[in-house]
């Protein structure tokens, strides 16, 4: 979708990985990818911004400190259709 939408995945190398433990990326990744836009979504919780934002270290990305941080809801990603692209 991220590329889809004209954007490029930071972690695009692992998009392909066939255990979930093999798309994981550590919070010091994330800081060095510095994501213009960070999605988020968490299986049966809410994707609370001001934690994510609170991370430490996380003040030096860019996604952050514009406040371009945006929650993709678990039904729509663990159950893929149109809602992914319309809702």
């Given at each position: 979708l991220i590329e889809i939408a004209g954007g490029?995945?930071?972690f695009s190398d692992r998009a392909m990985g066939q255990a979930a433990k093999d798309r994981f990326v550590t919070?010091?990744?994330v800081i060095g990818a510095k994501p213009d836009?960070?999605?988020?979504?968490w299986c049966g919780k809410g994707f609370k911004k001001a934690d994510v934002?609170?991370?430490p270290g996380?003040?030096?990305i860019p996604a952050v400190r514009h406040e371009h941080l945006y929650e993709i809801k678990?039904?729509?990603i663990l159950q893929p259709g149109p809602a992914a692209l319309t809702d």
């Open positions: 490029e995945n930071v919070p010091d990744e836009i960070i999605i988020g979504s934002a609170a991370r996380w003040d030096r678990s039904a729509i």
